[in-house]
Protein backbone atom coordinates (compact mmCIF):
# COMPACT_ATOMS: atom_id res chain seq x y z
CA UNK A 1 0.00 0.00 0.00
CA UNK A 2 2.50 2.51 0.90
CA UNK A 3 4.59 1.56 -2.20
CA UNK A 4 1.45 2.29 -4.35
CA UNK A 5 1.15 5.82 -2.76
CA UNK A 6 4.69 6.38 -3.14
CA UNK A 7 4.83 5.50 -7.44
CA UNK A 8 1.58 7.66 -7.49
CA UNK A 9 3.04 10.53 -5.67
CA UNK A 10 5.95 10.02 -7.94
CA UNK A 11 3.59 10.09 -10.93
CA UNK A 12 1.94 13.16 -10.12
CA UNK A 13 4.77 14.99 -8.84
CA UNK A 14 6.21 14.11 -12.50
CA UNK A 15 3.19 15.14 -14.23
CA UNK A 16 2.68 18.46 -12.38
CA UNK A 17 6.54 19.34 -13.58
CA UNK A 18 5.66 18.37 -17.18
CA UNK A 19 2.71 20.49 -17.00
CA UNK A 20 4.64 23.23 -15.96
CA UNK A 21 7.75 23.06 -18.28
CA UNK A 22 4.56 22.86 -21.38
CA UNK A 23 3.23 25.92 -19.59
CA UNK A 24 6.55 28.05 -19.87
CA UNK A 25 6.97 27.06 -23.20
CA UNK A 26 3.48 27.78 -24.50
CA UNK A 27 3.76 31.44 -22.91
CA UNK A 28 7.16 32.07 -24.12
CA UNK A 29 6.28 31.12 -27.51
CA UNK A 30 2.97 33.51 -27.52
CA UNK A 31 5.02 36.28 -25.79
CA UNK A 32 7.57 35.98 -28.74
CA UNK A 33 4.59 35.22 -31.21
CA UNK A 34 6.19 32.06 -32.43
CA UNK A 35 3.26 31.01 -34.47
CA UNK A 36 5.31 27.61 -35.56
CA UNK A 37 6.28 26.89 -31.55
CA UNK A 38 2.69 27.27 -30.74
CA UNK A 39 1.35 25.13 -33.92
CA UNK A 40 4.04 22.64 -32.11
CA UNK A 41 2.70 22.62 -28.63
CA UNK A 42 -1.08 22.69 -29.80
CA UNK A 43 -3.08 19.74 -30.42
CA UNK A 44 -6.02 20.54 -33.81
CA UNK A 45 -8.81 20.61 -34.03
CA UNK A 46 -8.59 23.74 -31.69
CA UNK A 47 -12.00 24.54 -30.30
CA UNK A 48 -13.39 27.72 -30.52
CA UNK A 49 -16.41 29.60 -28.64
CA UNK A 50 -18.95 32.51 -29.93
CA UNK A 51 -19.55 30.82 -33.28
CA UNK A 52 -15.87 30.90 -34.46
CA UNK A 53 -15.26 28.09 -36.58
CA UNK A 54 -12.38 25.57 -35.12
CA UNK A 55 -8.63 25.92 -36.03
CA UNK A 56 -7.82 22.45 -37.84
CA UNK A 57 -3.98 22.59 -38.84
CA UNK A 58 -1.29 24.46 -38.42
CA UNK A 59 -1.75 26.26 -41.63
CA UNK A 60 -4.66 27.42 -39.98
CA UNK A 61 -3.40 28.85 -36.88
CA UNK A 62 -0.66 30.46 -38.70
CA UNK A 63 -3.19 32.36 -41.39
CA UNK A 64 -5.91 33.21 -38.56
CA UNK A 65 -3.01 34.22 -35.57
CA UNK A 66 -1.64 36.78 -37.97
CA UNK A 67 -5.27 38.24 -38.87
CA UNK A 68 -6.09 38.62 -35.06
CA UNK A 69 -2.49 39.77 -34.02
CA UNK A 70 -3.18 42.44 -37.05
CA UNK A 71 -6.47 43.11 -35.13
CA UNK A 72 -4.96 43.62 -31.78
CA UNK A 73 -2.25 45.94 -33.23
CA UNK A 74 -4.78 48.36 -34.69
CA UNK A 75 -7.22 47.68 -31.25
CA UNK A 76 -3.75 48.81 -29.44
CA UNK A 77 -2.78 52.24 -31.51
CA UNK A 78 -6.65 53.47 -32.16
CA UNK A 79 -6.17 52.86 -27.80
CA UNK A 80 -3.20 54.92 -27.90
CA UNK A 81 -4.37 57.97 -29.76
CA UNK A 82 -7.30 58.20 -28.34
CA UNK A 83 -5.46 58.22 -24.82
CA UNK A 84 -3.33 60.56 -26.13
CA UNK A 85 -5.83 63.19 -27.78
CA UNK A 86 -7.99 63.18 -24.56
CA UNK A 87 -4.89 64.63 -22.39
CA UNK A 88 -5.01 68.26 -21.16
Known amino acids: MMKTI ?3 SVL ?4 ND ?6 DQFKAAVS ?3 VDAIATL ?10 IPNVKSK ?8 KGL ?12 SKTRNRP
Open 70 to 81: QRTVRRRRVLRQ
Open 12 to 15: VLAA
Open 6 to 8: LIL
Open 59 to 66: LDLRKRYR
Open 42 to 51: SKFPIGMSYG
Open 18 to 23: SHQAFW
Open 32 to 34: KKD
